[in-house]
T-cell receptor, first 110, second 116 residues
Framework: SQQGEEDPQALSIQEGENATMNCSYK?????LQWYRQNSGRGLVHLIL?????REKHSGRLRVTLDTSKKSSSLLITASRAADTASYFC??????????FGQGTTLQVKP | DGGITQSPKYLFRKEGQNVTLSCEQN?????MYWYRQDPGQGLRLIYY???????QKGDIAEGYSVSREKKESFPLTVTSAQKNPTAFYLC???????????????FGSGTQLSVL
């Protein structure tokens, strides 16, 4: 079962612009994580936000979490061509199972 | 050089054949996972293991089997009962289970399995 639904499915922007991706989920969570996947490669962990946190920053990444709406957003500021990848949210309920969304494919044009 | 190693990178399966995908980690992680990814899709959990000699089914375990005889190894066998095995298989590990920050996953580089 897929917990998260991501929006948009695909996003194309120019270098230097900001990119925003959204994730909605269905059940209660302990934490929500964002991962990045370059084509044909494994996923790389970007950031984890706990259920009692509302916002978190890491470099050019900003993640928000609204547990009342069961949604999260990932903002990438000042995007670069190297940010081109697929981005996935994943929810953890404390059981050891992470449930992944279907991902947003981001293309950053130079 | 710490991390997770998956092999082979590409694997071809003939009809009726069982194939085994290797996953080894030297991160001293307790938990290991197998995910399946179909083109343009997210990841679906096949099996996971939180400790040696124990594992649990994920959402799509039918047609797959695993073992966890050693902490660092978690091989996945795709059996002939799995009728649609063509996919990208990803192995992952995490330091702990249910402790929030330590639940982040470290992934291998994947195995692409195709049917001949």
């Amino acid at each position: 079962s897929q917990q998260g639904e991501e929006d948009p499915q695909a996003l194309s922007i120019q270098e230097g612009e900001n990119a925003t991706m959204n994730c909605s989920y269905k059940t209660s969570i302990n934490n929500l994580q964002w991962y990045r996947q370059n084509s044909g490669r494994g996923l790389v962990h970007l950031i984890l936000i706990r259920s009692n946190e509302r916002e978190k920053h890491s470099g050019r990444l900003r993640v928000t979490l609204d547990t009342s709406k069961k949604s999260s957003s990932l903002l990438i500021t000042a995007s670069r061509a190297a940010d081109t990848a697929s981005y996935f949210c994943a929810t953890g309920g404390g059981t050891g199972k992470l449930i992944f969304g279907q991902g947003t494919t981001l293309q950053v044009k130079p | 050089d710490g991390g997770i190693t998956q092999s082979p990178k590409y694997l071809f399966r003939k009809e009726g054949q069982n194939v085994t995908l290797s996953c080894e980690q030297n991160l001293n992680h307790d938990a290991m996972y197998w995910y399946r990814q179909d083109p343009g899709q997210g990841l679906r959990l096949i099996y996971y293991s939180q400790i040696v000699n124990d594992f649990q089914k994920g959402d799509i375990a039918e047609g797959y089997s695993v073992s966890r005889e050693k902490k660092e190894s978690f091989p996945l066998t795709v059996t002939s009962a799995q009728k649609n095995p063509t996919a990208f298989y990803l192995c992952a590990s995490s330091a702990a289970v249910g402790t929030g920050p330590n639940e982040k996953l470290f992934f291998g580089s994947g195995t692409q399995l195709s049917v001949l």
